[in-house]
């Protein structure tokens, strides 16, 4: 380790990179080795959303060096693969966060100088209009600089194909091992300004009139325009965009929270920038309970994921995890295509392997496939993308608070996301209920499901260590009892095998290799062990599944519930 750290200082020591960056490394060597080995130690990668990390320099840090790298391979790459075009195309995207802008200047001073049209957007965009701006200029890729909901010191580069979806391998890999034969030295800074074209106001129209399609119900919304919605961007990209498509859907009583509809890269007013956390909410609540409204949206800073709040049976507040959110929605689109006679014999919805079977079963009872993928949104797209003209895609679902419900974006979209829920809250009011008790009513039709997450923080190299030791001692020592109950099912998606522990069948379950394990119990409990691919966490996924037959059932078997994970997480040494 410490000859890798060495040969990379050193390297970027003898580049031409500016002085001020060779002052910055010099005072790591002086003050600061664990920082310096933290920022050198290894070459930032592709996960599941990209190239993410802590801003600063050194090899393992977001800065104009490494953005210039990844740049460079890129447009290598796409000059490769589409050499027979008469002009390459990419469209760059930003969100809010400190250096996000400065970053997409970078890229596309170097897209431009390898002879790359770029389309520049003028100001922060959400992640899923560029996504749209790809396939609607018809570009052959696209860079969005973000960092969805990491703390303010981090930042992070996404790479787009020309479908509008992230790149999957084999482009991913592909991609690396271009910047990989790169040094700082062949990077090409010289930015040909005839090359860069900036956009804006007219791709926001062409992808608000496209969002406006996706309302199932317009009628129904004509009935409830008043529905109080108080809306929180949380310092992002959704601070304009989101207000204008729920007023376009005819939504007249949108709320903002103000003090959080300032872009601001700092996150002041919250402790993480993430709709997950209940507390990002705690302002958009208090707002809630001034106006009495009736949900509560927020979205991340890059606008590609959405939380929502509800008011439970005592009429307080509450956040819904994304479970109970994508379910609603897969329950609100598909049973209202099938009463309008639109929903197709082909249709299908797509959701991540730890995102709840609910979803599953609400699609089953309307004979609707659901195709199970890797946790990621771009495995999401890739389905999408075979199945262009032989299936009719109704929705994609992400447990991590990501949809997407049409074709015309091919990312997780919170505005579209954010304007259906609305839309399921207007028709649930219309039918005499709340968003909460449409949840409890799914819940006794098609089965209670009670999911929790559980995070293990592990930051730098040593952290990077421990995770990985964490989940290959569950592979390499697999239980067969935890917390007493028979494991029945071991799936490890590294290797593609799901083995039955009953009758000793084993079977491939025909996806990507990932490092990803998933225990399925005796008493129907699954658990899901998963090391982030964005920041320095693994995660466990704890799933319930049981039947009530009534809402008052709820309670006591979300306690039942709740008991049993926590004997879980006990077991596995989790609290």
């Known amino acids: 380790m410490k000859e890798i750290v060495q040969s990379n200082v050193l390297a970027w020591m003898e580049s031409n990179i500016d002085q001020d960056s060779k002052n910055e490394i010099l005072n790591l060597l002086k003050n600061n080795e664990k920082e310096l080995v933290e920022s050198f130690y290894k070459n930032l990668e592709f996960g599941t959303g990209g190239m993410r990390g802590k801003m600063g320099v050194g090899t393992n840090r977001m800065n104009k060096y490494t953005i210039g790298l990844a740049t460079q391979g890129f447009a290598n790459y796409l000059k490769k693969n589409f050499k027979g075009l008469r002009e390459i195309k990419v469209v760059i995207a930003c969100d809010t966060r400190n250096n996000s802008k400065y970053f997409t200047q970078v890229a596309a001073d170097v897209f431009s100088a390898n002879n790359i049209k770029v389309y520049l957007f003028e100001e922060f965009r959400p992640t899923p209009e560029l996504s749209f701006a790809i396939r609607n200029l018809k570009a052959q890729g696209g860079v969005v600089v973000t960092a969805s909901h990491n703390p303010k010191e981090y930042n992070g580069y996404k790479v787009y194909w020309e479908d509008g979806a992230q790149v999957i391998a084999p482009h991913d890999k592909e991609i690396i091992n271009e910047v990989t034969q790169l040094s700082i030295n062949d990077i090409n800074f010289n930015s040909n300004k005839d090359k860069i074209q900036i956009i804006g106001d007219d791709i926001d129209s062409l992808y608000l009139a496209q969002l406006k399609e996706t309302s199932i119900n317009p009628e129904v919304i004509k009935n409830q325009a008043d529905l109080k919605i108080v809306y929180t961007p949380l310092h992002g990209t959704g601070t304009n965009l989101m207000p204008k498509a729920l ?61 929502l709040a509800v008011k439970n049976s005592e009429g307080k507040f509450i956040l819904l995890n994304g479970n109970q959110t994508g379910s609603i929605l897969a329950y609100y689109i598909i049973y209202n295509l099938h009463h309008k006679n639109k929903l197709k014999k082909d249709s299908y919805i797509v959701k991540t392997v730890v995102t709840s079977e609910l979803i599953q079963d609400i699609a089953s009872k309307f004979n609707v496939e659901t195709v199970d993928v890797l946790t990621g949104f771009k495995y999401i797209a890739d389905i999408m993308r075979e199945r262009e003209v032989i299936g009719t895609f109704i929705g994609g679902f992400e447990e991590s608070f990501g949809y997407l419900f049409a074709n015309f974006v091919r990312d997780k979209d919170a505005i579209m996301s954010g304007c259906l829920i609305a839309e399921v809250a207007a028709w649930a009011k219309e039918n ?46 697999a239980p067969a009892l935890i917390n007493e109950v028979n494991v029945v099912i071991i799936r490890d998606f590294l290797t593609g095998i799901e083995s039955n522990l009953f009758n000793g069948k084993q079977s491939d379950m025909g996806l990507p290799s990932s490092n990803v394990l998933q225990f399925v119990m005796e008493d129907m409990t699954k658990i899901t062990i998963r090391p982030s691919g964005t920041e320095p966490k693994i995660k466990f996924y704890f799933s319930i599944k049981d039947k009530i037959k009534s809402r008052e059932e709820f309670y006591n078997a979300r306690q039942k519930a709740q008991t049993l994970i926590n004997n879980y997480k006990k077991y596995l040494k989790l609290v």
């Open 432 to 477: 005499g209920k709340t968003l909460y008790e449409l949840l409890l009513d799914i819940y006794v039709d098609y089965g209670f499901y009670y999911e929790e997450l559980v995070n293990l923080v592990r930051e730098g190299k040593e952290g990077a260590v421990e995770i990985n030791e964490i989940i290959q001692n569950f592979r390499d020592d």
């Open 247 to 307: 007023h376009l859907f005819g939504f007249d009583n949108v709320i903002s929270v103000e003090s959080q509809s300032v872009a601001d890269g700092n996150f002041s007013t919250v402790k993480s920038p993430n709709p997950e956390n209940p507390d990002a909410l705690e302002l958009a609540i208090e707002k809630a309970i001034e106006k009495d409204a009736d949900i509560i949206l927020a979205t991340d800073p890059d606008a590609d994921r959405v939380g």
